[in-house]
């Protein structure tokens, strides 16, 4: 018997409704981002017989790579009903979602996942590892001095444009759009924001934080947004956060909220008091390999000439390429020349964004070739570290 099932836009408030009540349903618990992000998203759902069985959300956004903004296919807030599963329902939706946000020019796709072993087998991989971290606030207050930095409440223009200065030194950030904040108000009416900076200057830091419960201690303070301009800025506004140690035991950086650098590490007095939580990766795919190298950003001392193959998903094939990246300009031209180095799309992907640190870590992953010509591979994506501020 033909399968009945259409996929289909979001257009009516009806199929928004079954949308959000299969959401709950399938996550057991609402996704406020199916409301929230509907002025700005591309919604489709899986109908049958007048039911949604499936839906997803998608965003045609820039993400900073090599400095340079590149068109992704942001995917969130995807299920499947729990009756429908194991039936493949869900490739067919991707496919689907990705197909206009393709459509409008989008080259990577970014998502983050609890089923990391379906992304990948779809083309996706985690290029870093993500953590929350939870450090006491008298730790915080006993390792952080007053610093001399004015704090002023609430966001201004500088304070933005030094968050997209700062986003372009990481690979995978957002360059933030006019809606960010006000999407962020909403998801969070708690939040307040704070702007650092030296007198008669301008802001060197931006910090975002939450009162928010704790099943424990009551109240705890999570950091949202941690953005520091320099070492002084971060340490003038952990000494900020460590003022709050009178009424709240803990802060914690949420998942996206602490850029993955040592600030931490190497100031605090009792390392062992900080605390860390895995959770599950943002994961990248290369929907278009000539266009994301073209697209990105490279050094410009970079200087490349590498025959490569790419292992396409499910393995039966390989895709021929001579990588080219000179003066800040990179090319990935189609050849029919054995490559010196052969990798996965998903290998591909993480090299992109900057997470081989190493030819050791990279050889690990199954990355076959030549050790100089690897090295010289992951030295030209190697300038800026991965780092998604996001979570959607």
């Known amino acids: 018997m033909p399968d009945s099932t259409r996929i289909t836009e979001v257009t009516d408030d009806d199929l928004l409704k079954q949308y959000n009540d299969l959401a709950t349903r399938s996550y057991g618990h609402p996704v406020d981002d199916i409301t929230l992000l509907r002025p700005h998203a591309d919604l489709r759902v899986a109908v049958r017989d007048g039911q949604v069985v499936a839906g997803g959300l998608g965003l045609l956004l820039p993400q900073f790579f090599g400095g340079a903004p590149v068109p992704s ?3 969130g807030a995807g299920c499947v009903a729990p009756e429908e599963r194991g039936a493949h329902l869900s490739i067919r939706m991707i496919s689907e979602r990705l197909r206009p946000l393709r459509d409008q020019g989008a080259v990577i796709s ?8 379906y992304a990948r087998r779809l083309g ?5 590892p993500v953590y929350s971290w939870t450090v006491p606030t008298d730790e915080l207050k006993r390792r952080f001095a007053e610093s001399g930095f004015e704090i002023a409440h609430g966001t201004s223009t500088k304070a933005r444009l030094l968050q997209n200065d700062l986003a372009a030194s990481w690979n995978g950030t ?7 904040e006000h999407w962020q108000q909403q998801k969070h009416p708690g939040l307040a ?3 650092f900076n030296r007198s008669g200057r301008e802001p060197t830091g931006v910090l975002s934080v939450a009162n928010e419960p704790h099943p424990i201690e009551g109240r705890q303070i999570v950091v949202h947004d941690f953005w520091a301009a320099d070492q002084e800025a971060a340490a003038a506004m952990f000494a900020f956060l460590g003022r709050h140690n009178s009424r709240i035991p803990t802060v914690a950086f949420q998942r996206t909220g602490l850029p993955p650098a040592p600030l931490l590490l190497h100031h605090l007095h009792r390392p062992g008091s900080l605390t860390a939580r895995s959770w599950h990766p943002w994961m990248l795919r290369i929907l278009d390999l ?8 490279w050094p410009e001392e970079a200087d490349l000439t590498l025959p490569i193959e790419v292992v396409t ?6 895709e021929r390429f001579m990588l080219r990246i000179t003066n800040g300009k990179g090319d990935l031209e189609p050849t029919t020349g054995e490559g010196q180095l052969i990798l996965t799309r998903g290998q591909f992907a993480v090299w992109y964004a900057g997470g081989y640190r190493s030819t050791a870590a990279a050889a690990l992953t199954g990355i076959n070739g030549p050790p100089r010509r690897l090295t010289q591979l992951l030295a030209a994506a190697a300038d800026r570290e991965p780092w998604l501020a996001d979570h959607f």
């Not at 970014?110 to 072993?117: E, V």
């Not at 996706?124 to 870093?128: K, M, S």
């Open 174 to 180: 957002w360059q933030r759009p006019g809606w960010w």
């Open 313 to 318: 998903e499910g393995g039966d094939a390989t």
């Open 290 to 297: 000539r266009q994301a190298v073209q697209l990105r950003g």
């Open 73 to 75: 296919a942001l995917l």
């Open 193 to 195: 924001t704070y702007r």
């Open 124 to 128: 996706w991989e985690a290029p870093t």
């Open 110 to 117: 970014t998502l983050w996942t609890a089923s990391n072993g």
